[in-house]
């Protein structure tokens, strides 16, 4: 189950929409979760009361049109699904929402299975048998 944070500076809901859909897609074909596994959090910065502060780091240059993708998922990837997520979540933010992928920065967190609750007060993935998010 990951779990995804998506920050976009003045973005429309069809944006934020469109960049949830393209690393929802991402995650399902790079690491395979499955289609039903979704849990976003979208937000827009206005730019005035809430914004998003970027620079040149890296020498790669960013606008205004910047997004800030952080994902959390139980641990167990390798690199390789790494770089394959985070080349696809540029390629369909680009697709989809017409995010340039120099403008698309993503973080990966991970956990163990009890650091997941769905609700009722219980650690489902610490339960045998889930299917790993």
Same mark, same amino acid.
């Given at each position: 189950?990951?779990?995804? *944070?998506?920050?976009?500076?003045?973005?429309?809901?069809?944006?934020?929409?469109?960049?949830?859909r393209?690393?929802?897609?991402?995650?399902?074909?790079?690491?395979?979760?499955?289609?039903?596994? +979704?849990?976003?959090? +979208?937000? !827009?910065?206005?730019?005035?009361? !809430?914004?998003?502060?970027?620079d040149?780091?890296?020498?790669?240059? *960013?606008?205004?049109?910047?997004?800030?993708?952080?994902?959390?998922?139980?641990?167990?990837?390798?690199?390789?699904?790494?770089?394959?997520?985070? *080349?696809?979540?540029?390629?369909?933010?680009?697709?989809?929402?017409?995010?340039?992928? *120099?403008n698309?920065?993503?973080?990966?967190?991970?956990?163990?299975?009890?650091?997941? !609750?769905?609700?009722?007060?219980?650690?489902?993935?610490a339960?045998?048998? +889930?299917?790993?998010?």
């Amino acid at each position: 189950m990951p779990f995804v *944070r998506i920050d976009a500076l003045r973005a429309d809901p069809q944006r934020l929409e469109a960049l949830g859909r393209a690393v929802h897609d991402a995650l399902v074909e790079a690491i395979g979760i499955p289609t039903d596994d +979704l849990f976003q959090v +979208l937000t !827009s910065h206005d730019g005035t009361r !809430s914004t998003l502060r970027h620079d040149d780091y890296l020498g790669i240059r *960013r606008d205004d049109d910047i997004v800030f993708v952080a994902i959390t998922l139980r641990s167990g990837r390798t690199a390789e699904q790494k770089q394959a997520l985070y *080349r696809r979540i540029a390629e369909l933010a680009e697709e989809y929402a017409g995010t340039e992928p *120099r403008n698309v920065l993503v973080t990966l967190t991970e956990n163990e299975p009890i650091d997941w !609750s769905f609700g009722e007060g219980v650690a489902q993935y610490a339960e045998a048998g +889930l299917p790993r998010g």
